[in-house]
């Protein structure tokens, strides 16, 4: 894949999260999250990890943030009147993540680049990122963690019905 | 994507962790900031994928395969409670739910 | 380089056209097979120096004229990018869910064997359900930009009924997936080549009758025809979810409904009833069970086989289309019901007994 193709993408990332956090209304900072979503999952197919990105679409896309568009239109919110904090906070929060983001390139990815090797480590092996791999990881190094996990959906699901529930009066 | 250095994606995966942080510090309305979270989520599991491919080994995809499996069912639980809270008291903006502040 | 990337274009475009022209071509169906089950003439007026060839030039040529242009109309404080996006969306979803069906085996020119299915994908199945639930957006998106009570109503109604319908549609899907061992939705119509006890075709629904059940319902609320249709409840919600939408938009609209009903058709066919399959018939031409054989050159076999996935695709939009004007409509608290009650805990069944049988077969 080649750089050109790398820095498109990377654009439309960033395009799209900007516009998930400075859009007014609510609805369109959803739409571009999803926007961010799919690019992230195209991402993904070109990182050789399709079932990761099918997953991605359906799960991230295709589900949770139906579910956050679901709770705007049923809360009905319009534009916000004040979106954003007052304009110190703004500068403080932008200085601060700029800061954090320098550090974060110098600090861990400078020192972790020479040892990283060119060119993603050259091909991968026949099969991967395919869901006969993944399953196979999931299901013998992972399994206690994958028991875990279901257990954890239940219990979101039945918090979820409880905190949401009318009470009846 | 093997023209591409491992680097330049976790630096695009900072930059997305920053621009979702910065996001969850300056927007008001929680849900805004709830997707802000999601945004530094998402971050975390582009490092995931970019390493597992670099390293050739499919554990990062595993993870990536549990940490969207909780997000979901944080961001159940989250809308939830968002629900609840508008529900007792009318505003989803974060300055005015401010019971709990001292 | 260059032939590969023509060839994809010209599958893609093969596709794209066969689609878009078989959802004109529904529209008629519709028209006529509704008036035919209700005892009247229906669509006839609009004719051509004089021949209005049974509703035809009615259906496909002044209508979609009428849609095109018409004046588009904007809700006064409506979102205006969300409410031109939103029909883009569904349309897009849907239509691009077709690039991993396969349409036929292969078609062997020119010293090249090329596999006519547009995009081989190996993760086929998981694809096409992504894509299918991409397709709630065009539901949201269009039930929010209209600013309007009723839109809201049906958008929300119909992007509930979307997603929870979805859940049992992967689940019917998954037994698939497990009867064949494998997403990709090519190899599983090649496995529906072979024979059971040397004169039968496996095809899929012999191996899996209740996920074909499943699906197929499931599939029919997806597309939220009657009798799921509450989300544009004709009679109730005025036109649901895409009221305030005039010309083209709602021409997009209509043809998402279509295109969906081909899509759903189109994954029946292809992982119950053998895809492309004609019986009997290999590459190189037909081989009866008794031993009899009738060589046939490659293009006719690869034209016979597309001949018969678009027959059986269009079997069953028909019978979509018939079911729609037979039975009346589920009532919303029915048709929630029906989803999570109903066909949720039978296709997680289905799935079981699936498992246990595959077990049970191969020690």
């Given at each position: 894949m080649s750089p050109v193709l790398f820095v498109i993408l990377a654009a439309m990332l960033i395009v799209s999260a900007l516009g998930v956090v400075l859009q007014r209304s609510p609805i369109r900072c959803a739409l571009a999250l999803v926007t961010t979503l799919f690019v992230l999952a195209v991402i993904f197919l070109f990182l050789d990890a399709q079932l990761v990105a099918a997953l991605q679409v359906i799960v991230?896309?295709?589900a949770i943030m139906v579910l956050f568009l679901f709770v705007i239109m049923l809360l009905n919110l319009?534009?916000?009147?004040?979106?954003?904090?007052?304009l110190g906070a703004r500068v403080v929060a932008v200085l601060m993540g700029s800061l954090f983001l320098l550090a974060a390139v110098r600090f861990f990815v400078y020192p972790l680049a020479p040892r990283?090797?060119?060119?993603?480590?050259?091909a991968p092996p026949e099969?991967?990122?395919s869901t006969e791999q993944l399953g196979q990881r999931l299901f013998t190094h992972y399994l206690f963690a994958f028991e875990i996990t279901s257990v954890l959906l239940l219990v979101a699901i039945i918090g979820a019905v409880v905190l949401a529930k009318r009470k009846l009066a | 994507m093997s023209a591409v250095p491992v680097e330049w994606f976790l630096v695009l995966a900072a930059l997305l962790f920053t621009i979702g942080a910065v996001g969850v510090l300056v927007r008001r309305n929680i849900i805004v900031i709830f997707m802000c979270i999601e945004l530094m989520l998402n971050a975390v599991n582009l490092v995931f994928v970019a390493f597992s491919r670099q390293l050739h080994s499919m554990d990062g995809q595993v993870v990536v395969f549990f940490v969207m499996t909780v997000a979901a069912a944080e961001a159940a639980v989250g809308l939830a409670i968002i629900i609840a809270a508008f529900r007792n008291r009318e505003t989803v903006n974060a300055d005015e739910l401010n019971l709990l502040r001292w | 380089m260059w032939i590969e990337t023509g060839i994809v274009a010209i599958k893609a475009l093969v596709v794209i056209l066969m689609v878009l022209n078989l959802a004109g071509i529904l529209g008629w169906v519709e028209r006529k097979g509704s008036a035919l089950i209700q005892d009247r003439i229906g669509a006839n007026r609009a004719s051509v120096f004089g021949i209005a060839a049974a509703g035809l030039v009615n259906t496909m040529m002044a209508d979609p004229l009428k849609f095109l242009t018409k004046e588009d109309i904007i809700p006064a404080r409506a979102d205006r990018l969300l409410h031109t996006v939103a029909p883009c969306v569904g349309l897009f979803a849907v239509t691009v869910?077709?690039?991993?069906?396969?349409?036929?085996?292969v078609l062997q020119v020119g010293g090249r064997t090329i596999n006519l299915q547009a995009v081989p994908l190996n993760i086929g199945i998981l694809f096409v359900l992504a894509m299918v639930s991409l397709s709630v957006y065009g539901v949201v998106l269009g039930g929010w930009a209209s600013n309007d009570r009723f839109s809201l109503l049906g958008g929300i109604r119909g992007s509930a009924q979307v997603i929870s319908y979805e859940i049992a549609m992967g689940l019917s899907l998954v037994a698939v997936v497990m009867t064949y061992s494998t997403l990709d939705l090519q190899e599983m119509a090649r496995a529906q080549g072979q024979l059971i006890g040397g004169w039968?075709?496996?095809?899929?629904i012999l191996y899996q009758p209740l996920a074909f059940l499943i699906f197929f319902c499931a599939g029919i609320a997806e597309t939220k025809?009657?009798?799921?249709?509450l989300p544009e409840?004709?009679?109730?919600?005025?036109?649901?979810?895409?009221?305030?939408y005039s010309g083209v938009k709602y021409l997009m609209f209509f043809m998402t409904d279509f295109v969906e009903i081909i899509a759903i058709s189109g994954l029946v066919t292809t992982m119950f009833?053998?895809?492309?399959q004609v019986p009997y018939l290999q590459r190189d031409g037909f081989h009866f069970p008794g031993g009899a054989s009738m060589l046939l050159p490659q293009i006719i076999v690869a034209v016979m086989q597309v001949l018969s996935f678009m027959i059986k695709v269009f079997f069953f939009c028909w019978l979509q289309i018939m079911i729609r004007w037979t039975l009346p409509r589920l009532r919303y608290d029915q048709l929630m019901r029906f989803g999570w009650k109903g066909l949720l805990p039978v296709s997680l069944l289905n799935v079981l007994a699936t498992a246990v049988v595959a077990l049970a077969v191969q020690g």
């Open positions: 991230y896309a295709g319009q534009q916000d009147v004040r979106a954003m904090a007052w990283l090797g060119p060119g993603m480590g050259g099969g991967f990122g | - | 869910a077709f690039a991993a069906v396969p349409f036929g085996d039968l075709p496996a095809w899929g025809r009657v009798p799921f249709d409840g004709e009679s109730e919600l005025v036109s649901g979810y895409f009221t305030e009833f053998g895809a492309w």
